[in-house]
Structures are given as C-alpha cells and as structure tokens.
C-alpha cells in the first residue's frame, strides 16, 4: 500500500464516483472553517492544524504551527497528530483544488476525533489575505 494521499480525482477514480460528486459529499460531511475562525483558534491556541502536503511543500511554505501530514492517516499518526481527540483538528492543504485536506478530515472523523473541521482555501487562502505563513519560503517578518 501507498503512504502517499490520493488526490480526489484518483480516490473519484478508485471509488468509480465522479470527483465533483465525492468533492460535494467530503465538503458537506465534514465541518467547514473560513481563515477568520482559524486565526482566531490559532491565537487562543485551541486547535491542532494538520497540512496534508508532501514534505517539501510543507517545508516550503505552511500555515502557522501546521503540523505536516504527508502521506495516509494511520491510527498511529493520528495519535500523535492528534492526542486529544476530544480537541479541534483542523485539516488544510494547498487549497480547494487540491482534495488532500477533505481526505484527512475524513480520515481523523473515521478514528474517532469528535471536532474535525476542513479550511479549505488552504494556503492559497492564507496567502491571498496576506497573512504570514512558516517554512523555507515564508515572508519575514519585519522588526
């Protein structure tokens, strides 16, 4: 078995589903975030932040204290993503085209985490409000 996600084509593909028809049903299953109540979880620090992206797009560039999720949710990553699976998981990627994100979400929900949210506009999102983001490529602060 693969570690890396499938991207939502490919899980349409595998599921012999159409992509927009799977896209619909994972973005209403799963809880929604907008930028906004994200920041506002990131600064209360009450929220695990889980990017689905291969490790060198995480370590490119990722949103604030973003842990790194780069291949399948196994119970063991979940664990260690997510200790408290009483706690808020938020799951984001590159951005709405990319899937990986609404597959996480999933994957947390099915191992029993009770308040799974998906941001889906994901680092684009993040970016296009001009907010600063971590890693290699990320814009520096100025003193």
């Given at each position: 078995?693969?570690?890396?996600?499938?991207?939502?084509?490919?899980?349409?593909a595998?599921?012999?589903?159409?992509?927009?028809?799977?896209?619909?049903?994972?973005?209403?299953?799963?809880?929604?975030?907008?930028?906004?109540?994200?920041?506002?979880?990131?600064?209360?620090?009450?929220?695990?932040?889980?990017?689905?992206?291969?490790?060198?797009?995480?370590?490119?560039?990722h949103?604030?204290?973003?842990?790194?999720?780069?291949?399948?949710?196994?119970?063991?990553?979940?664990?260690?993503?997510?200790?408290?699976?009483?706690?808020?998981?938020?799951?984001?990627?590159?951005?709405?085209?990319?899937?990986?994100?609404?597959?996480?979400?999933?994957?947390?929900?099915?191992?029993?985490?009770?308040?799974?949210?998906?941001?889906?506009?994901?680092?684009?999102?993040?970016?296009?409000?001009?907010?600063?983001?971590?890693?290699?490529?990320?814009?520096?602060?100025?003193?």
């Amino acid at each position: 078995m693969t570690t890396a996600l499938l991207d939502l084509a490919e899980l349409a593909a595998r599921a012999d589903v159409p992509a927009e028809r799977l896209r619909h049903y994972a973005e209403t299953a799963v809880r929604q975030i907008d930028r906004d109540d994200l920041g506002a979880l990131l600064d209360a620090g009450a929220v695990t932040l889980v990017e689905a992206s291969p490790v060198p797009h995480h370590d490119a560039e990722h949103l604030p204290g973003a842990a790194n999720l780069p291949g399948e949710l196994s119970a063991d990553r979940a664990a260690r993503l997510a200790p408290e699976r009483a706690g808020t998981v938020v799951t984001c990627c590159a951005g709405p085209s990319c899937g990986r994100s609404t597959v996480a979400a999933a994957g947390f929900i099915r191992l029993g985490c009770a308040d799974v949210r998906l941001h889906n506009g994901g680092k684009t999102d993040w970016s296009e409000a001009g907010l600063l983001s971590a890693g290699a490529r990320a814009t520096p602060t100025v003193a």
